[in-house]
């Protein structure tokens, strides 16, 4: 299965998608019938509350391995369809999983905080000149990080990245609200990820949320948690430091445009796609005994992909 899919999202107000010889069929008031090849999707977004589909769509993604979103009439992601047939060693992998000891799943959680707020201090460097310290934070992680470290990073970054009345809040709109949109998206392309490396979404190796199916997802998510980040201080500062409307159609695409973007995973470049599987792999192996280290982004984003945006939202 190629790991290098697209992201699309569907916006057009009363859209209808169907599916013919493979191809998915896309019909929007006003504008041309047009055809995607299903095989090439990775993450379908759907942000249209009049959509209509036919139940093929629902399979054939699924069977090719997509994941499909849909979002509330508040535009933030309400759901999501992963596929269950995902992995040939699938039932290997779930008992391993299941019995990683306690060390090796303090020792991921510390890989993943440490690369996250390094990350978070490369960001700061980027559009405030410094750090604020963070780096050397980031070599300080322990096991399983039983100083909070991610927390106290979390203190210093937010004041310094959106000023110092900015604070983080998963139910409010503006800045908040673009970086929800964000940290979604990509979460689902790393759900995804990681039901197709054969792991079990809802075990995660931190988070422990009985009413969160996908913990593992949210666990990997943190280190690349400041690319969102940097996406949107970039909007921020290209419309003047004020916060663009979740529901334009212009915002949803500059923060998918991050799907565009190359990134660094073990000094080397791969678009932001492959690098999310790179990295669920990665975790794969180090909670199922095979692989000690985990491959996680370094630096900011590189250059475009090749793809350019498919337009069709």
């Known amino acids: 299965m190629s790991t290098l899919r697209r992201t699309i999202e569907f916006s057009t107000p009363g859209t209808r998608l169907s599916v013919a010889h493979r191809q998915l069929v896309v019909e929007r008031p006003g504008h041309a019938k047009a055809t995607l090849p299903i095989e090439d999707l990775g993450v379908v977004i759907v942000d249209d509350v009049r959509a209509t589909y036919t139940q093929a769509v629902f399979l054939e993604l699924l069977a090719a391995g997509a994941t499909v979103m849909v979002t509330g009439r508040d535009h933030l992601p309400a759901g999501l369809m992963l596929p269950l047939d995902s992995h040939h060693v699938v039932t290997e992998r779930h008992w391993a999983q299941v019995n990683a000891t306690q060390p090796t799943r303090k020792r991921a959680w510390q890989s993943l905080v440490s690369t996250k707020i390094a990350q978070q201090g490369i960001v700061l460097a980027h559009f405030v000149g410094a750090d ?76 422990k949320n009985r009413a969160n199916p996908f913990c593992l997802a949210d666990d990997l998510l943190e280190p690349y948690r400041p690319f969102v980040d940097w ?70 984003p590189q250059s475009p992909d090749l793809l350019d945006p498919d337009g069709l939202g």
């Open 231 to 300: 996406r949107v201080r970039l909007l921020l500062d290209e419309r003047g430091g004020t916060a663009p409307r979740l529901d334009e159609r212009e915002t949803k695409s500059a923060l998918l445009s991050l799907f565009n973007e190359t990134v660094i995973v073990n000094a080397r470049r791969n678009p932001l796609l492959v690098a999310i599987h790179l990295s669920a792999a990665s975790l794969a192996r180090v909670l199922t005994g095979d692989g000690k280290a985990l491959a996680l982004p370094a630096g900011l």
């Open 132 to 207: 604020g310290g963070l780096a050397a934070m980031a070599r300080r992680v322990r096991s399983g990080d039983p100083d909070n470290l991610e927390a106290q990073a979390a203190q210093r970054y937010w004041p310094m990245l959106f000023g110092k009345g900015f604070r983080r809040d998963r139910d409010a709109d503006g800045v908040n609200g673009l970086l929800n949109y964000g940290y979604a998206v990509v979460r689902a392309a790393i759900a995804r990820a990681v039901v197709a490396t054969g792991l079990i979404p809802s075990l995660g190796v931190f988070h």
